[in-house]
Each structure stands twice: as C-alpha cells, then as structure tokens.
C-alpha cells in the first residue's frame, strides 16, 4: 500500500469514526443547539438538534469529497500525482480541523463549558502553518494553491510563488498563534493579519514576477 493510498484510508476511517461519535451524541442534544458564535465567543443563533446534528458531521464529509472530485476533474489532473502524498496530507488536515469545530460546537450542548473562539483561534493558524509546508510542493492545477492570473499562465511564476507563498504560510500561522491569548477581538484581527497578508504579499509577488519573464 502506497503512502497516499494509507492516508486516505486514515482519513476514511477518521470520518467513520466521527460520525459514530456524533451519532452517540443525538439522544443526549437539546432541541436547540448553538450553531454559531460571535467574536466574543457568545451563542447568536441556534439551530433543531436533527438540522445541527446533520450538518457539524456532514461538513468534513463535504470537503473530503470535493477535494476528490476536484482532484479528478481538473484540466491539470495529472499533475495531482506529483503531490499526491502533500495534497491527502492537506486533505487529511483540513477534514480532522472540521471535525474538531464540529466536535467543539456540539459539545456546548452536553454541557461542557468550551470556548470555542480560542479553538478557532488556535486550530486556524495551525492549519495555516501546517498547509504552508506543504505549498511549495503543490504543482500546476485549478483548485488548490495560490490561483491568481500570473501563477496560471506560467508554471515558473507558479512555483516560485507557491515557495515563497509557503514560507509566508508559515510565518503568518506562527504570528497569528501568538494571538490566539489575546482578547478576542484583537486575537481575531491579530490571525486574520496573519492569515491575509502571506496571501496579498504572494499575489503581488506573482505579478511582478510574471511582468519580468514576460518582459
């Protein structure tokens, strides 16, 4: 068994898992359950446990199959299997963040007092860094990376902007957990700062390197 095919079943076998989790969570819900925060952290809306308890578990299951339908209908599909093991990696990471808010946003209703702002605060800027590791071995295709005009029309501005773009990943995800103390309001801005600016700095980057291969 390749190490791609192994990280997909991992991350198949973690969705079964956490379905039956969330399944043995139903009887003990509320009729009404929180289903989305503020920047304080505050409940501002709540939703029937049958809608809740099917939409938190249905999310990572929504992005684990749009990541392998993209992957199979791009235009560029067959340069996923030059980072193959990166792209189930990402997958794998990104689908065990939603089951993580998933997790944290139905445990409220079961009584554990959970702030889910600092989880938010914390996970996203991990996911940031983790993802920025790998960005620099992501190859030439429509749905995953830096897609901006300048990176697709040229293989070279692609890759030297996804490097860049990785390193700037990381160093934003790290600026960003030093926030994740912070009040929340600050904590919030502090991680979108973090999360924003790698991605206009890399943009502006691929521009102005596509004017000089160009010219």
Sequence with gaps: MTEKIRINWITVLMLIIF???????????????????????????????????????????????????????????????????????IRMAIVLIM????????LPSLGYDIDIGIFARIMVPLLFIFIGNYMGKIRHNYFIGIKVPWTLASEEVWTKTHRLGGRLMVIGGVIALLGAFATPTIGFAIMMAGVILPSIISM????????KIVN
């Design 99 to 106: 089951m993580g808010f998933s997790t944290i946003a139905l």
């Design 19 to 89: 379905w039956g989790v969330c399944a043995s969570f139903y009887p003990q819900l509320p009729e009404q359950v929180p289903t989305h925060w503020n920047l304080q952290g505050e409940v501002d809306d709540y939703s029937h446990k049958a809608v809740a308890s099917l939409i938190m578990p249905a999310l990572p299951l929504l992005i684990y199959i749009l990541m392998t339908v993209t992957a199979k209908i791009d235009p560029k599909k067959e340069n996923y299997s030059k980072f193959g093991v990166s792209y189930e990696k």
């Design 204 to 211: 502006v980057y691929s521009y102005l390197l596509y004017q």
